[in-house]
């Protein structure tokens, strides 16, 4: 994507494991600098030091304005650009809704939407002057739902819809588009070892014929990010191994 003087930027939240992770192993891969802006300091000075010097760790409550403030003034500090940001980070709250209390609610919501407005309004200025791309992590649940996911399935649908709003309000300087992934194992990007093995079951119920992988969202954003995509803004990609498109009749 970059070399030299000219390396474009990138911060990625929730970069320090499972998706954000290994997105953040692939920009740096493309000659991308990378800002791991995650809450898990642990986490993030250990992918900071594993990407060496084409990375930097920012510890970052995505939930606050002052923090995202924060990242990004360290991101043009560090790297003097923003090219890229990838609004990753997100939490879940699943439980039934007589005991889903209202912090809980507004924690997942500013957590995994209002973190993606912060992050647009904020870095919007940066990503004129390089002519850059925001790239959303959305999820099916947006699309579809199990019980008890109400702040979570809510979260993930409004950032289907801040995604082409910001589409249109930021172009044609910014380009803006959003990843729904389905089920993806995490196991290899997450250092905590609780993840059970996967069943033949597990894969067969997916049209593709297996789980998904962290992977398959980077390649994807990447894309998305890469010069090769000037004509593609406002879209929602779902990568599900085909399960939304799979009728269940029990």
Known sequence: MSKGKNRRAAIITGGAGGIGLCVSRYFVQAGVNVVIADTNAAAG?????????????????????SAVKHAIAGAVRRFGRIDYVVNNAAIGKNVPIEKLTFADWTQVIHTNLS???????YAAKYLR????????IASTRALMSEAGTEAYSASKG???ALTHALAVSLGPDIRVNCISPGW????DYTAVPKFPPLTSADRSQHPAGRVGRPEDIAEMVLY????????ITGQNFVIDGGMTKKMIYV
């Open 115 to 121: 973190a993606a407005f912060l992050f647009a309004k």
């Open 158 to 160: 409004g950032v289907v």
């Open 184 to 187: 993806i194992d995490t196991r």
């Open 45 to 65: 000075k250990k992918a900071q030091k594993e990407l060496v010097k084409n990375a930097i760790f920012i510890r970052t409550d995505v939930s606050s304005e």
């Open 224 to 231: 998305l990010c890469s010069d090769k995509c000037g004509f």
């Open 129 to 136: 002057k390089t002519h850059g791309a925001i790239v959303n």
